[in-house]
């Protein structure tokens, strides 16, 4: 990723430990942030350095005089903290909540995909949940009212979208949280429906934002298990008329909680 | 690194070690032990680089939350307890600010809220003495100007540009500043890591 910079001056190399210099100091931005939080996850000399810089300017921030926040931000945290370790606890009773399922689901595509796998396993054998038929035969009216969720992993970052799409109210709720805009580029989030077909845009994505949306009734038939969710590079604003869709960066599949 | 603080700053580092360690192996209870200690240090952290009382304390929630969910990164081996979490408030508020939502450096420092006079042992919040000595030592071989606009960088979260209009250069001047900097930056460092 160096060599792409085109600066006047070519005294310095701008290798990777340099890359990962700027990084550390918070100069990168844009396309180039993201190809330095990619190479982080994918490259462990590159992630290697950015650590080493980072704790080489820790000792800086010594000078910076500390402040009292509010004690609200406890209480909030506390409160996150409860809110998604009391969804941990088994099942109980026979009826779950439609609203406590999709949370749950939520709490568990924040663990690492392995163990959200074991733990969705665990949630589908659990007494007491809806009864999980196998796809392409799943009756209507369980259909109508089992909540789709998707999670598509921003690289190895631990970034992630979150994408739950409850049938009852038609609405899609795009969480996209910790992501963060770069100024140049928006991610537009595209389906692919189950049975093949034309990718269909469900717009453009809100960093950092959770957003509720009503699907209409075109993309919410083509919406069952094993759907699959594209993230796209886009110009601002999203794909132009007309031209092709950019680079996919993430993807991921619709499955009924 | 053997640095020599006051013992009881001593004891309070390694509660804050042991508090870490619990936390990744699952204990709960151990996150608002970190919080106590460590919040003034973190939250002068993202209230500098956000200059937004609000933005500030919003980082500072993902940090712990995050901390939380994700205790086993820390690696004791690597760096002490405060230095990667002074580095984590960092770099979760430089995230925060590039999402172009806040305008950061806004406040000052002296306008920062004044510290309550029971804020915790202030030695067991500095980052380690040797570690401290070398960065600032390194930092201060380099030219005033070039230490100037890294300074900056580290401390108002500027980019590039933002750096090069401040100083009314071309951008590629102020890369190239930089960038100069920083190689002789990480040459300094490594003969102390070598050391």
């Known amino acids: 990723m160096s060599g792409s910079d085109n600066t006047p001056d070519s005294g310095v190399q701008r290798d990777d430990p340099m890359i990962a210099a700027e990084w550390a100091l918070g100069l990168l931005e844009g396309e180039e942030l993201l190809a330095a939080r990619g190479k982080y996850a994918t490259d462990p000399d590159f992630a290697w350095r950015k650590e080493w810089w980072d704790n080489w300017f820790a000792p800086l921030t010594d000078a910076i005089p500390g402040a009292e926040p509010g004690a609200h931000v406890w209480d909030g945290i506390a409160a996150r903290m409860a809110a998604l370790s009391s969804q941990q606890a088994p099942a109980q009773g026979n009826v779950i909540a439609l609203e406590a399922r999709v949370r749950r689901w939520q709490w568990v595509a924040g663990l690492t995909s392995a163990a959200a796998a074991i733990a969705l396993t665990l949630l589908v054998f659990a007494p007491g949940n809806a009864p999980v038929q196998a796809p392409g035969d799943t009756p209507a009216q369980i259909a109508a009212a089992a909540p789709m969720v998707a999670t598509v992993p921003i690289g190895d970052t631990g970034l992630r979208l979150d994408v739950t799409y409850i049938p009852e109210s038609e609405r899609m709720l795009v969480a996209a949280i910790g992501l963060t805009a770069d100024g140049v580029h928006d991610h537009e989030l595209w389906l692919v429906p189950a049975g093949g077909g034309e990718l269909k845009s469900l717009g453009v994505v809100a960093p950092g934002q959770v957003r509720s949306m009503t699907l209409p009734d075109d993309i919410a038939s083509g919406l069952n298990d094993g759907a699959r969710l594209l993230l796209t590079q886009e110009p601002l604003g999203g794909k132009p008329a007309g031209v092709d869709a950019g680079p996919v960066v993430a993807e991921g599949d619709f499955t009924r909680v | ?195």
């Open chain 2, 1 to 195: 690194m053997a640095a020599h603080p006051r013992p009881a700053s001593a004891e309070a580092r390694q509660a804050l070690r042991d508090a870490m360690a619990r936390l990744a192996n699952g204990d709960q209870a151990a996150l608002e032990e970190i919080y106590r200690a460590t919040r003034v240090k973190l939250f002068g952290i993202t209230l500098r680089i956000l200059g937004d009382q609000k933005e500030a304390e919003d980082a500072l929630q993902d940090v712990y939350i995050n901390l939380w969910q994700r205790a086993d990164r820390y690696d004791p081996e690597r760096a002490s307890p405060i230095a990667w979490l002074a580095a984590f408030a960092r770099n979760r508020a430089i995230d925060r600010l590039r999402t172009g939502k806040v305008r950061g450096g806004a406040v000052p420092v002296e306008e920062a809220a004044p510290l309550p006079d029971e804020a915790p042992l202030a030695d067991m919040l500095m980052v380690d003495a040797e570690q401290a000595a070398q960065i600032h030592k390194c930092l201060g071989a380099l030219d005033d100007r070039t230490q100037g606009h890294i300074r900056a960088a580290f401390f108002d979260g500027h980019t590039y540009a933002q750096l090069a209009e401040g100083a009314d250069v071309p951008l590629g001047t102020m890369k190239s500043w930089i960038r100069r900097g920083l190689q002789r930056l990480r040459a300094c460092l490594e003969a102390s890591d070598a050391a």
